[in-house]
């Protein structure tokens, strides 16, 4: 069974640092990408970063890019969501999900963009 276990986050203040991490486990983690979207409340899910296991290649939305850092330990099985100078409108709450990489090029794209499994969300709020 693919699983995602999606855990940090909290309270920070603007400006601030933390970082997301998503475990998985139940598939071959060096064969997926996985990707970070977030939902704040009231609002659309939006993309935030992509990572191909693979070769590491990396894809960040434009809100978030030069910003937040994605990163990828096969050993541990775990991705990881760096975000830096934190702004309030990065409250949300963030799930990672599992894709084939291909889908990587996509995740921005609602449509195209297909995931094998999802995680269950870690909130990160970000105080004025």
């Known amino acids: 069974e693919v699983q995602l276990q999606a855990s940090g986050g909290g309270l920070v203040q603007t400006g601030g640092f933390t970082r997301l991490s998503c475990t998985a486990s139940g598939f071959t983690f060096h064969d997926y990408g996985i990707a970070w979207f977030r939902q704040a409340p009231g609002k659309a899910r939006e993309a935030v970063s992509c990572i191909s296991n693979i070769d590491d290649t990396t894809y960040y939305a434009n809100s978030v890019k030069g910003r937040f850092t994605t990163s990828s330990d096969n050993v541990k099985r775990t991705v990881y969501l760096y975000m830096s100078s934190l702004k309030p409108e990065d409250t949300a709450v963030y799930y990672c999900?599992?894709?084939?990489?291909?889908?990587?090029?996509?995740?921005?794209?609602?449509?195209?963009?297909?995931?094998?499994?999802w995680g269950q969300g870690t909130l990160v709020t970000v105080s004025s």
């Open positions: 999900a599992a894709s084939r990489p291909k889908y990587c090029l996509y995740f921005t794209d609602n449509y195209k963009y297909q995931a094998t499994s």
